[in-house]
């Protein structure tokens, strides 16, 4: 048993990152037990994956925790490119993109993960769970009913499912000796750093391109993060000498490729190197143990993608477990955890791989509002010929106003939601909210089983059958 906490829980996760966190709230809300373990003392530093997507601000939301992060956060800053010390161009991150009332986030905000983490953790707390730290889990073993995991010291856990969240260099990834197939995207390394910076203005994003004298050498930026007085630096480092991260080691990196003097670089609060890597696990799951996050998957943070493809499965992982161990669906609708996550993943490592090398643009795809699962087994579309552009089953689930309120106030929260739209066919009982609108753009006619993570799951003219697939899949309907 671990200090302060059970020998027993239904769920043991691994690794209080951003994914380890967000499943964590998903469980707590919906009444799951579950442990979240920590090798470190407390969160990890460090501003790195400071973007938060369109589609991640519509999860974080329903988790409860937006609110938090936009009081915090700030909208991406315009980059300011320069050259041999004076400004060139502005130029934006990312697609302007309308919004709608389909879809009321579209630009993405900047907060530094170490924010994200802190809000995630007090969301958890507020529901009533925490993290346990300073544990690391060191051995596992399973068998037909349950994981055995082990930590340092000795102390043991038994769990129904294990989730490894226990980011790029996954423990429990190695224990299970799943392979994760990849490439390095660059092969210089790369530093990253929070730091003090006199004499560059807040409202932009300081890109210093590599200078001819520097072929293959460094493009270097300064990004100044929203809620302080710190910048991100963000730079690629000739592999050929070795890294020095005090702060007279950064001062030189920033002043060999900037006009920036040495004693305008203040402080140094936490700084890291890392490599831009692309690769993805062989699978997602072994038995009971189910990979989430960096720890299935691992991007080149050029996209932006990294953080919030883990909260992502994470929100598609919650709902499934809660729904096996509650007894509500049969353990097989695990098994669509991987094959609608895995896709999806290879999906945004080919995206973000692209934009690290300018071959994409930051647009609708880095949004992941257009995000979907219609190939998955879980999307069931009985409305024939439907045009390629239309809403599917297996489609996120737009935003709408109806009676003065958003139907995402309906959707949001740990149930399933039966709509209609622009039809009175009849309905089966239902044990979950039950929304009927006259009209709605992008839905068209029809009726929609609305998934707990807000996909559609089931989609007709009809109810025919709608009972079936609610009963297969947990949805309280029939
Ligand atoms: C420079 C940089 C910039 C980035 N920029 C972006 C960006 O703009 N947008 C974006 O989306 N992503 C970005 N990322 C990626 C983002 O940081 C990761 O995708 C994200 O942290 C993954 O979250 P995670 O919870 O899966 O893993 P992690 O954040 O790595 O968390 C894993 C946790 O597990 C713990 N742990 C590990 N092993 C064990 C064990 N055996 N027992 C117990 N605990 C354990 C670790 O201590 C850690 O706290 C960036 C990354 C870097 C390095």
């Known amino acids: 048993m671990l200090v302060d906490t059970p020998a027993h829980t239904d769920v043991l996760i691994v690794g209080a990152g951003p994914t380890g966190l967000a499943l964590a709230i998903d469980l707590a809300r919906r009444g799951t037990d579950a442990l979240l373990v920590e090798r470190a003392p407390a969160l990890s530093p460090g501003s790195r994956g400071k973007g938060l997507q369109p589609r991640t601000l519509e999860v974080l939301e329903d988790l409860g925790a937006l609110e938090a992060v936009r009081a915090h956060a700030a909208p991406y800053p315009p980059l300011q490119l320069w050259n041999g010390g004076r400004p060139q161009r502005e130029q934006r991150m990312f697609d302007a993109i309308e919004p709608t009332q389909a879809q009321p986030y579209t630009q993405p905000l900047m907060l530094p993960q170490w924010r994200t983490q802190q809000l995630l953790h007090e ?69 990253v750093a929070d730091m003090t910076v006199n004499g560059l203005d807040r409202e932009h994003w300081h890109v210093f391109p590599p200078t001819d004298d520097q072929a293959g050498g460094a493009t270097l930026a300064l990004c100044p993060l929203p809620g302080g007085q710190d910048f991100q630096l963000l730079a690629r480092h000739p592999g050929a000498r070795e890294i ?9 990196t920033v002043t060999a490729h900037t006009h920036l003097h040495a004693d305008q670089i203040e402080a140094v609060h936490w700084a890291s190197t890392f490599r831009a890597r692309t690769a993805l696990a062989d699978r997602f799951r072994d038995r009971r143990v189910l990979l989430a996050g960096d720890a299935a998957h691992l991007h080149s943070p050029a996209g932006g993608q990294g953080l919030n493809t883990s909260i992502q499965d994470a929100y598609n992982l919650g709902w499934k477990l809660d729904a096996v161990l509650t007894g509500t669906a049969h353990t097989s609708l695990l098994d669509t955890y991987e094959e609608e996550r895995r896709p999806n993943a290879a999906a945004m490592l080919e995206l973000t791989t692209a934009v690290h090398h300018g071959k994409a643009r930051r647009g609708r795809a880095t949004a992941q509002l257009d995000l979907g699962y219609r190939q998955s087994p879980l999307s069931v579309e009985t409305r024939p010929d439907l045009p390629e552009d239309a809403l599917h089953a297996g489609d996120r689930a737009p935003d709408g106003h109806h009676a003065g309120t958003r139907l995402f106030h309906t959707l949001h929260g740990p149930h399933w ?46 109810t025919h059958g709608l009972t079936t697939y609610a009963t297969r899949h947990g949805a309280p309907i029939g």
């Open 123 to 191: 969301r958890l707390r507020a529901l009533g769970g925490r993290v346990a730290f300073g544990h690391e889990l060191t051995a596992l073993a399973q068998d037909e009913h349950g994981v055995s995991a082990e930590f340092t010291g000795g102390h043991r856990v038994r769990a129904r499912y294990l989730v490894a969240a226990d980011g790029g260099r996954s423990t429990v990834r190695t224990l299970l000796g799943i392979g994760m197939s990849g490439q390095d995207v660059d092969p210089q390394p790369m530093v």
């Open 244 to 252: 020095d991260l005090t702060l007279e080691g950064l001062r030189a």
């Open 417 to 462: 939601t039966l709509l209609t739209v622009n039809t009175d066919t009849e309905l089966p009982d239902a044990a979950c909210p039950v929304l009927r609108i006259p009209t709605h753009q992008a839905y068209g006619t029809g009726v929609f089983l609305i998934r707990p993570d807000g996909y559609i799951g089931w989609a007709g003219h009809t």
